[in-house]
């Protein structure tokens, strides 16, 4: 026994419409999270820009210095480099820098001027303050 089965005669247009509906919503939704992510991205490099303008006057450096001065705060804070550029921006309006992230200023500070000035070693280890009265 053969079985025939019939199907509409628009069937295949409607399931490939559907289809092309729902591979085009996944389409929107992938557009949408990439381009709040590059927005998000966007708005944490002008920081970072900002911060960088800051330093370059503040410690007379080049850009490539300035950035990997931020670079360095951020590693030894443990915090992102959009974070530590926004603590400097306010710092600069008046709000007190932290206390780690402003030891983590100093060191980087004291590391810039020991390679401007071609010095190899390595700047002396700050007082802890431990067994200070």
């Known amino acids: ?24 919503d996944q389409d929107a939704v992938a557009l949408r999270a990439e381009i709040d992510q590059l927005r998000r991205a966007l708005a944490g490099r002008m920081v970072i820009d900002q911060a960088c303008g800051m330093v370059m006057i503040l410690a007379p450096s080049r850009r490539g210095p300035a950035r990997n001065l931020l670079v360095d705060i951020s590693r030894q804070c443990n915090a992102s480099l959009p974070d530590v550029s926004a603590a400097m921006i306010a710092a600069w309006e008046g709000e007190p820098l ?36």
């Open 1 to 24: 026994m053969h079985r025939t089965t019939l199907l509409p005669e628009n069937w295949w247009d409607e399931a490939a419409e559907d289809w092309a509906e729902k591979v085009a």
């Open 98 to 133: 932290s206390q780690l992230m402003q030891r983590a200023l100093r060191h980087a500070l004291r590391r810039l001027y020991a390679e401007d000035r071609g010095c190899d070693s390595a700047p002396a280890a700050e007082p802890s303050g431990r067994g200070r009265p």
